[in-house]
């Protein structure tokens, strides 16, 4: 490894860009369920993937090097990557770029499943089944530096967990679930199976930004400015927070971990602070994070002093959004913040190695 600080540096939310090979691995009666790619009559450059007949999550545009170097200066922001390393079609050079971006690890989770992808219960088994193989695959050839977390069928709670159990065996550190999944709420005991079992597994819980709510997703659906999916998938994330501090879920599963991804670290103190006030008892804890094992993944542009005095040290990571073009990603995001000013040196190597590595048990 490249890391030239004595410790391993994890990327805390990286991605892989889904293609029509990410279907290869539906067997049998599943591969009546492979999404089929069309391009969108909105936008040329966005592909969505459909299945019978309905749109079920974007595929990335593919941008020219013109483009990208064009959004890159628009934005400041680094974006740029292979296409042929984001979708991992070529596993070795995906490695080599985390060296040349001084990454040991990264944490790999999905493009697609930020929204329903299946109404039916068969096929969403089948979808998180190709795709939780894929990875798979992926960990082997990848020299265990490509970690992931796995997509389940939450419709379907005891295929849900023979799949968590399979991620497991295979390199995934973490299973991914989004803060509304259709009409449940991630606090609600009907999950509570998948929380012993990934407490049983070492596993942490990922709540990345998404949302399986059609009734919310509509009602959130920009019309009339340009704030993207900041309602749509950013709002719920810190709902789910908020809400786990508030229930018995962390006491229930008193060992389970979670991550809150790609959500930036910027609203931590607003919520711990209605933590707090809400709670209506003067022994309610003063760093809900640290007493939750609540994980937060930054963005190089997060106020880190103002983060960190609510947050505490040891429950900040970063990630770079490797892959994707939207307002989150920052290819270099580890080296950006390594140069911050404002963060100590010992605070830095907590954020960009002992915390994730807390996190996902790597």
């Given amino acids: 490894m490249i890391d030239t600080q004595g410790y391993k540096i994890i990327d805390a939310d990286a991605h892989v860009v889904e ?30 993937w459909v299945l019978d007949g309905k749109p079920i999550g974007f595929r990335n545009s593919t941008l020219t090097e013109m483009e990208l170097k064009a959004l890159q200066k628009e934005t400041g922001r680094s974006l740029e990557t292979s ?13 080599q770029h985390m060296d040349k971006l001084g990454i040991d690890v990264q944490i790999l989770f999905n493009t697609m499943w930020i929204a329903r992808v299946a109404d039916k219960p068969e096929a969403e088994i089948a979808l998180c089944a190709s795709w939780n193989r894929w990875m798979a695959e992926t960990w082997k050839k990848g020299k265990n530096r490509l970690r992931w977390s796995c997509v389940v069928p939450a ?3 005891s295929e849900a967990l023979q799949q968590i159990r399979f991620a497991r065996e295979n390199g995934a550190v973490a299973v991914s679930l989004r803060p509304f999944e259709n009409d449940k709420h991630l606090v ?18 990922a709540i990345h930004i998404a949302n399986a ?18 309602a749509q998938f950013r709002i719920p994330t810190v709902i789910t927070c908020l809400s786990l501090m508030m229930s018995d879920v962390p006491a229930t599963f008193s060992k389970l971990r979670w991550g809150f991804v790609e959500a930036s670290a910027q609203w931590i103190p607003w919520v711990v602070k209605e933590a707090i006030r809400r709670s209506g008892t003067k022994d309610y804890p003063r760093n809900p ?17 103002y983060v960190l005095k609510y947050a505490g040290e040891d429950n900040i990571v970063i990630g770079t ?26 605070v830095k190597k907590k954020i960009l190695a002992g915390n994730p590595c807390a996190l996902y048990a790597v």
């Fill in 321 to 346: 959004d490797y892959g994707h073009t939207d307002a989150p990603s920052e290819v270099d995001a580890i080296e950006v913040f390594r140069g911050n000013h404002e963060v100590s040196d010992a």
């Fill in 289 to 305: 994070c640290e007493e939750f094992r609540i994980y937060i993944t930054a963005q190089t542009d997060d106020d880190f002093p």
């Fill in 213 to 230: 709510s059609p009734q919310l997703m509509e009602q959130f659906k920009p019309r009339y400015d340009r704030m993207g999916g900041f």
């Fill in 19 to 48: 293609t029509e090979d990410s279907w290869n691995y539906l067997e049998g009666s599943e591969k009546k369920f492979k999404p089929q790619l069309f391009q969108s009559d909105e936008n040329p450059n966005t592909k969505l």
């Fill in 188 to 205: 609600e005991p009907y999950f509570y199976p998948i929380y012993e079992e990934a407490s049983r597994l070492n596993m942490a819980i």
């Fill in 155 to 157: 419709m379907t709670m």
């Fill in 83 to 95: 296409r042929n390393a984001r979708e991992l079609r070529d596993v070795e050079l995906r490695l």
